[in-house]
């Protein structure tokens, strides 16, 4: 083989491996594109020591809300050791919201059996937007060493049919204990 | 000051290149890249393959995020 060939081997191979490269993008960029796919990114400060007593975390104004335009929004205090609520209560096919934050140190929160999966930041909200298109119980652990309690730190995201979602006349709907 | 000669790359048996014909060489070095081009192809095949499965599904199935 002369060296000529070998020139022209590894041009085909380069060929091919910026093809197989090319397919991939193609098919991230094109799915992203038709299904408004990307990185959740929300940069917004909070005062993570006035949580409690104003602003839209304080305690009567978490869980799950229903919007004048039919989509969802979750909100979600993540604190040592335990998510709250507890459990929160969404709608099956439906746009749903998640902003949550914490007053004390960095949590981290991911949904099991979707794609969220954010850090959670004292003095920042973050916001995940997602659609659960199947009902049923989803497991919500603390993915980020927060403590010796960490372990124990989970909820849980309830996705209910459509015609099980009946939100009181503030547009909210609360699990049913136990949970 | 006392220098000592460098030892030669062939003072052991191991270090010394085979004795291989040149024609025996170039036959094998003829069918030597077809068979790595094969196996290159079957793993970046496989590679692709197996990023489409997870993909399309497990990522995808799984509701979209932004």
Request: with cysteine.
């Amino acid at each position: 083989m002369n060296e000529r060939e070998i020139l022209r081997t590894e041009l085909r191979w380069v060929l091919i491996v910026a093809g197989a490269v090319g397919i991939i993008v193609a098919v991230i960029v094109i799915s992203s594109a038709a299904m408004v796919l990307h990185p959740p990114s929300n940069v917004e400060t909070i005062d993570p020591t006035a949580l409690h007593v104003e602003g839209e975390f304080v305690e009567s104004n978490l869980g799950a809300v229903e919007n004048p335009d039919g989509t969802i929004t979750a909100r979600i205090l993540a604190t040592q050791f335990m998510f709250v609520p507890r459990c929160v209560v969404v709608p099956a096919g439906r746009r749903v919201t998640f902003r949550i934050t914490s007053p004390d140190v960095i949590h981290g929160m991911l949904i099991d059996g979707t794609n969220v999966n954010t850090m959670v930041m004292p003095g920042y909200v973050s916001q995940v937007n997602t659609t659960f298109p199947e009902p049923g119980d989803r497991f919500v652990p603390c993915h980020e060493y927060c403590g010796l309690g960490h372990g124990g730190m989970w909820s849980m995201i309830r996705v209910v049919p459509e015609n099980e979602w009946k939100p009181d006349a503030d547009g909210r709907m609360t699990c049913e204990f136990p949970y | 000051m006392e220098t000592y000669p460098e030892p030669s790359a062939a003072a052991r048996p191991q270090d010394v290149a085979d004795d291989v014909r040149e024609e025996d060489l170039l036959r094998v070095l003829q069918d030597v890249p077809r068979g790595a081009f094969a196996l290159c192809a079957i793993a970046v095949a496989l590679l692709i393959i197996l990023w489409l499965a997870i993909y399309f599904g497990v990522f995808l199935p799984r509701g979209p995020v932004s």
